[in-house]
């Protein structure tokens, strides 16, 4: 049941993703870390309805975690990765190379096979006041450190690191949401009498709001691969410090686990080498605009010149014929 949940709940976040993306991503680069790409967002229907299926994800995440581990259902989530790569290519027409896929395949494999040689189990403690502060406190320099490194460099940096911002707060948020599903079967009212539901509502707001401002920086790619391997592997520390999670252990175990882990790592290398990610090319970052995308893959080749009447002069210089690599877009922008 929980694998199902978690897996519908990477579904309904990736299609979340793209139309957030396109809420904000026409939005002024001056508006990063500010309220004015909120209001910016609010004000586009197509980001309400991605917002609407933010509480569906949270609503599916929420049910996961009530019946499986915290180390179990963050990383069924990078399956996102790959619904997000057929949403590109099927609906938006990006061409997709061997580097997207691959990277794709192996990033999940690899969270796959950690937990599978992990074998999480437990994972009903409950944290004490003084285990969450000192997760807290370590939590938000880690996610000051991912914001200070997103106000600089160009722009897949930027959305990465944004990304990866978001992917921090995100798992404090699982954790959080996974306390509280535990304090539900002693009734809704010793649920209030905790600060986690407080702490939740404010992680919520400040999820949302660097989550847009991930999706605003650069290529969505390049915000959701940090996002959706950084998320499981930090909920996997939360699960075994808060939760008493346990793992596998022995020599063998333990070797198979950070060969997983090292297979995710080599994934994350090859997607990020993919112009999907980098968003980037010489006539600059336009094609890495979901909203016009499919405008751009249905405008036809043109064959030949525009004719004019024998011996009369054009009105002006005819324009260049379009070329099939600027007719269909590849991925991230790049042109082939």
């Known amino acids: 049941m929980a694998y199902v949940l978690a897996a519908s709940a990477a579904f309904v976040n990736a299609l979340t993703s793209v139309l957030q993306r396109i809420g904000v991503e026409t939005a002024p680069e001056s508006d990063a870390m500010r309220l004015s790409l909120m209001k910016h967002a609010i004000k586009r229907g197509i980001w309400l309805i991605g ?55 192996i990033i999940v494999a690899g ?14 403690a409950i944290p004490s006041n003084h285990q969450w502060l000192v997760a807290t406190v370590i939590l938000l320099a880690v996610i000051a450190g991912f914001i200070v490194a997103a106000l600089r460099g160009p722009r897949w940096w930027r959305a990465a690191s944004f990304g990866a911002a978001t992917a921090v707060t995100a798992a404090y948020t699982a954790a959080l949401t996974k306390a509280i599903t535990t304090y539900t079967t002693q009734g809704w009212g010793h649920v209030l009498t905790h600060f986690q539901p407080y702490m939740l509502a404010v992680c919520g707001l ?83 605009m979901l909203g016009s995308a499919r405008h751009r893959a249905s405008v036809p080749v043109a064959d030949d010149a525009p004719d004019t009447a024998p011996g009369a002069a054009p009105d002006s210089a005819p324009e260049a014929p379009e070329t099939e690599s600027e007719a269909v877009p590849s991925v991230g922008g790049s042109t082939t």
């Open 51 to 105: 917002f609407a299926l933010m509480l569906v994800v949270f609503a599916l995440q929420a049910t996961a975690l009530r019946f499986g581990q915290l180390s179990v259902v963050q990383p069924v989530l990078t399956t996102e990765l790959l619904f997000l790569l057929l949403i590109l290519g099927v609906w938006f027409r990006y061409r997709l190379g061997w580097k997207e896929w691959l990277g794709s395949l």
């Open 111 to 124: 969270l796959g096979s950690f937990f599978l040689a992990a074998d999480p189990k437990g994972g009903n």
């Open 206 to 288: 400040g999820t949302v709001f660097l989550l847009q401002n991930a999706l605003h920086a650069g290529p969505i790619t390049a915000s959701r691969t940090t996002l959706v391997t950084v998320n499981p592997l930090v909920s996997i520390v939360l699960g075994i410090t808060l939760f008493h999670d346990k793992l596998r252990g022995g020599v063998g175990w333990v070797a198979l686990e950070l060969a997983a882990l090292a297979v995710l790592v080599a994934g994350v290398v090859i997607l990020a080498r993919s112009p999907l990610v980098a968003g980037t090319h010489e006539a600059g970052d336009l094609d890495e």
